[in-house]
C-alpha cells in the first residue's frame, strides 16, 4: 500500500512528522482512520489517542492528545493538537 504524510503539531512545535500507512484519530463523534488517498476532511478532535501505523501489519505508535483539529486531503494528515505526548499505554 502507499503511504502517506502525517504530522502532530502543538503550539511548541512539531511533535511527530513520518510517512505512515494508517492514523487512527479520536475525533469528537469517534474515532476516524485514515489510509492514502482518504477523501479530504475537517474535523474537530477530542482528547483521546492517536494510532500511527508506519508499515502496514507492523506495531503502532500511540500518542496522547488533548483536543485540536485533524485535516486530512488523502495525501496528507494534519493533526493539530492543543497539547500531545507520547503514550504508554500497550
Request: aromatic share 8%; charged share 25%.
Amino acid at each position: 500500500m502507499t503511504k502517506f504524510a502525517c504530522d502532530i503539531v502543538t503550539p511548541e512545535a512539531k511533535f511527530y512528522s513520518g510517512d505512515v500507512h494508517f492514523v487512527v484519530v479520536p475525533g469528537t463523534e469517534g474515532e476516524m482512520g485514515f489510509l492514502y488517498d482518504h477523501a479530504p476532511v475537517v474535523s474537530t478532535l477530542a482528547d483521546g489517542v492517536v494510532r500511527i501505523q508506519e508499515e502496514e501489519g507492523g506495531p503502532h505508535k500511540e500518542f496522547a492528545i488533548e483536543g485540536g483539529y485533524v485535516q486530512v486531503d488523502g495525501k496528507r494528515v494534519i493533526i493539530l493538537a492543543d497539547k500531545a505526548e507520547e503514550s504508554h499505554q500497550a
